[in-house]
């Protein structure tokens, strides 16, 4: 719960697409909408509720039924975590499904590495001027993407991931373009991980943790996790760690931008993506693994 600024985390399923079309923005978690409904009414007539209101809220303020249910428990589904989260043990191939295979993560990492690499080329081996070399940099990075996105549509792929990251790095490549500046290729990005931060810690403020949600449906719990302490704590951890992850990646990449260093900029963006992410979802796992029991997951 990529062009080198877009921060597109790489977690996407796409054996998932063809079954049911996204809502807005992707959360991982998957049931339907009647073994929801029937998980939060089991819950609720035998479990203490922890979550706030879980005991008055009406079926008007809760977000498992109806159309709402089936379009988030889909997206759920086609998240990384929804890759991994009923496994009983993770496998390094089942790691590298959730974020997104080999093609995903080529996508996510080679045009923000050919635009590193070729622009630290051209102006710290060539000698040229860092606006001069910024064009070819930028140049190279726009055309890798467009080739990813043409081999999807060729061999008949789903293309929305290799889309979403040619917008992200065409629009990043605008930015920079227009400011003359090679460190502003990478401040979309900043603005991302802003967001989903943000977004996160709101869903916290209202106390319906949005990692909470995502594993709920995912596991057909639905919203009866509320009605239990330890999966309520749970999920409100799990939901800081991710919001950790956003702000550590705004922590550490801000003052590289400030100070004008994009080569260690452009490094850390790399390490901070792909591996940092992988890194996150293994903990969510093993997270979601302790508080769901083996017989519940293996039940779905």
Request: proline residues 6%; hydrophobic residues 50%; glycine residues 10%.
């Amino acid at each position: 719960m990529q062009g080198p600024d877009a921060e597109r985390e790489p977690g996407h399923d796409e054996r998932a697409d063809a079954a049911a079309q996204p809502p807005a923005e992707p959360a991982p978690g998957a049931a339907d909408a009647g073994s929801v409904d029937d998980a939060t009414s089991a819950a609720a007539d035998d479990v203490t509720p922890y979550g706030p209101d879980a005991a008055t809220a009406g079926a008007a303020d809760r977000p498992d039924s109806g159309e709402f249910a089936r379009q988030f428990a889909a997206a759920a589904e086609k998240s990384g975590l929804g890759a991994i989260a009923r496994e009983e043990k993770l496998t390094g191939r089942d790691l590298l499904t959730a974020v997104g295979g080999v093609r995903g993560i080529l996508e996510a990492l080679l045009p923000g590495l050919v635009f590193l690499v070729t622009y630290s080329l051209l102006t710290s081996v060539a000698g040229q001027d860092p606006q001069a070399a910024l064009v070819p940099a930028l140049a190279a990075s726009v055309g890798l993407a467009v080739v990813f996105t043409l081999a999807r549509i060729v061999t008949k792929g789903q293309p929305t991931q290799a889309i979403a990251g040619l917008i992200g790095v065409i629009a990043s490549a605008a930015l920079a373009l227009w400011t003359g500046d090679a460190r502003d290729n990478y401040v979309l990005g900043f603005f991302t991980n802003a967001a989903y931060a943000v977004a996160l810690l709101i869903s916290l403020l209202v106390r319906w943790p949005a990692i909470g949600l995502i594993v709920g449906f995912l596991m057909g719990d639905g919203v009866a996790w509320r009605e239990d302490r330890r999966k309520y704590r749970a999920a409100q951890f799990l939901t800081l760690v991710w919001i950790g992850l956003f702000v550590a990646r705004l922590v550490v990449q801000v003052p590289l931008y400030l100070v004008d260093n994009v080569e260690a900029l452009g490094v850390t963006r790399l390490l901070m993506g792909v591996p940092l992410y992988a890194l996150v979802l293994v903990f969510t796992w093993l997270v979601v693994r302790a508080v769901y029991p083996s017989a519940a997951r293996s039940g779905e």
